[in-house]
Antibody, heavy 123, light 106 residues
């Protein structure tokens, strides 16, 4: 069965950095696109980033562009999110999620989600 | 930027039909999908590409998309369907979520 397990939770000061990981199993990792989605406490879902199955292309929400970097290691079946220049408003549970497809487009749907990892930005 | 609008909340009696709407400009030209998120849990995909159900999702969940509105319909709603529901579409190389609808079954 598909499993996505996030790690890297923590409390960080504004301006700080953090790296999240997502270990995947139960599917052919290098044939699917992957997303990060976040959810601030008591709020709705906010898409953060997507990376193509081969890692060649990445896409970001405007709110994180230039500060966050999505990457993947297909040899380790692991997805990453590097969070830099963190702000108070980045406080959220961060989910990794698998796309139904290998590339990014109108058909993008997130068919499996991890349990999420909490990032708290606080002074 | 593209926006999807959902009612913040709605309620339904057990056994009745719940219809949750999601509105966006020319939404019918895009694919809509829907996620269910129960309290304290991760989201679950219940409808993709407007009307397709992933394996394991009960037949009482169905979807449609016409004009500017996509609709998630839950027929014979059960207490276990109480959750937040989010619609989602893709636009200009971004994934867009609606703000969610809290469905109460009472």
């Amino acid at each position: 069965q598909v499993q996505l397990v996030e790690s890297g939770r923590g409390v960080v000061q504004p301006g700080g950095s953090l790296r999240l990981s997502c270990a995947a199993s139960g599917f052919t990792f290098n044939t699917y696109g992957l997303h990060w989605v976040r959810q601030a406490p008591g709020k709705g879902l906010e898409w953060v980033a997507f990376i193509r199955y081969d890692g060649i292309s990445q896409y970001y929400a405007d709110s994180v562009k230039g500060r966050f970097t999505i990457s993947r290691d297909n040899s380790r079946n692991t997805l990453y999110l590097q969070l830099n220049s963190l702000r108070l408003e980045d406080t959220a549970v961060y989910y990794c999620a698998k796309d139904l497809n290998r590339d990014f487009g109108d058909y993008s749907s997130l068919d499996y989600w991890g349990q999420g990892t909490l990032v708290t930005v606080s002074s | 930027s593209y926006e999807l609008t959902q009612p913040p909340s709605m309620s339904v009696s057990p056994g009745q039909t719940a219809s949750i709407t999601c509105s966006g400009h020319k939404l019918e030209a895009k694919y809509a999908c829907w996620y269910q998120q129960k309290a304290g849990q991760s989201p679950v995909l219940v409808i993709y590409q407007d009307s397709k159900r992933p394996s394991g999702i009960p037949e009482r969940f169905s979807g449609s998309n016409s004009g500017n509105t996509a609709t998630l319909t839950i027929s014979g709603t059960q207490a276990m369907d109480e959750a937040d529901y989010y619609c989602q579409a893709w636009d200009s190389a971004t994934v867009v979520f609606g703000k969610g609808t809290k469905l109460t079954v009472l």
